[in-house]
């Protein structure tokens, strides 16, 4: 009603399409936002309003636009900068969300969701140190903060510091219960250290939550081999092969306690013929698999053609 009266009040417009983006009426929020807009060209504020309207709605390149366009009328917004900066990271613009991240931190050093934001940008760059000071930056600010606590959990694992990723999902957990993939790191963590009896610990936890996935049968496959227990191994990696029969993992640690049988080795060199239709992570499953079922039937110049196949894709990621 007050927009009727009141046609041409910005302010108006965008609390009405404020209203309409908490109703779930992404078209009529943009549309009082448009209007914003058009009557306050020079307001960063509705320039704001209306990206994050377009974000929201799946538009991305307006979103963008009004989002740089807030950026360049008020320079000094740091709200704006990681607005901008979070866009960019979901479009996978490294170079960009940098640039606005860090303009943002510049703006608020303390700033625990900038900080945060800062490291996972940093991460994906491959500035491994920089993003670590980032997430300790963060917890240093305030030492229950669970998104930094198991984004630097899974910065140690990707760095192989196993201990430190064990202990930041250990603090994780006191405050939230960790997801399945959070879950299946911690697994992963403590199989790493020799931690055999935690990892069945997490894994049996994993598996009551996630519905016996694949992922959470390897995981708890993993940790009943860390303790000798083959044959309850064999039988999760054979249920995630029900759950998905190209599950490479599956066979990869089928190979490792030398339970791969010929049906399995000939439909992986079967999935194998065309490479280009299975996923790196699966690649790697298979080859390791082919890997070891050649190196036990002794057929090693076989065995270790598979494992160079291996190398050549871990050599590519880390270059």
């Keep these: 009603e007050a927009v009727l009266r ?9 609390e009405a399409g404020v209203i309409e983006v908490e109703a779930g009426r ?9 209007r914003a807009v058009e009557l306050t060209p020079k307001a960063a504020d509705a320039h704001l309003n209306l990206a994050e309207a377009c974000r929201l709605h799946g538009n991305t390149a307006d979103a963008l636009y009004h989002f ?22 979901a479009e996978a613009d490294w170079k960009n969300a940098e640039k606005h991240v860090e303009l943002a931190v510049k703006l608020l050093p303390n700033d625990l969701e900038i900080l945060n934001l800062h490291g996972i940008v940093l991460e994906q760059i491959g500035k491994f140190p920089e993003a670590r000071a ?10 229950n903060f669970v998104d930094a606590l198991c984004n630097l959990a899974e910065l140690c694992l990707q760095t192989n510091h196993h201990a430190d990723a064990a202990l930041y999902y250990e603090l994780a957990a006191q405050q939230t219960p960790l997801n399945d993939t959070q879950l299946s790191n911690l697994c992963n963590c403590y199989l ?14 994993l598996i009551s939550t996630s519905r016996f996935n694949k992922y959470s049968l ?11 227990n083959f044959d309850a191994a064999d039988l999760d990696y054979r249920a995630a092969l029900k759950e998905d029969e190209d599950f490479g993992p599956a066979y990869e640690n089928l190979g490792v306690i030398h ?18 239709q299975v996923s790196e992570d699966m690649l790697i499953g298979y080859y390791y698999a082919l890997y070891y079922g050649h190196r036990d039937d002794k057929e090693y110049a076989e065995a270790f053609r598979y494992l160079e196949q291996v190398n050549e894709i871990l050599t590519k990621r880390s270059s």
């Design 259 to 276: 339970r791969l049988t010929q049906s399995d080795l000939n439909h992986i060199k079967q999935r194998l013929e065309d490479p280009s």
């Design 68 to 89: 740089n366009k807030a950026v360049q009328l008020v320079p000094d917004d740091a709200d704006a900068h990681y607005a901008l900066a979070d866009l960019y990271v």
């Design 192 to 205: 790493r250290q020799d931690m055999a009896v935690k990892a069945l610990e997490v894994a049996e936890q």
């Design 134 to 143: 980032a997430f300790l930056r963060a917890l240093e600010i305030s030492p």
């Design 218 to 228: 390897v995981a708890r496959g993993s940790a009943h081999r860390a303790l000798g």
């Design 26 to 34: 992404l078209d009529n929020a943009i549309a009082y936002m448009k």
């Design 6 to 14: 009141s046609p041409k009040d910005s302010e108006l417009l965008q």
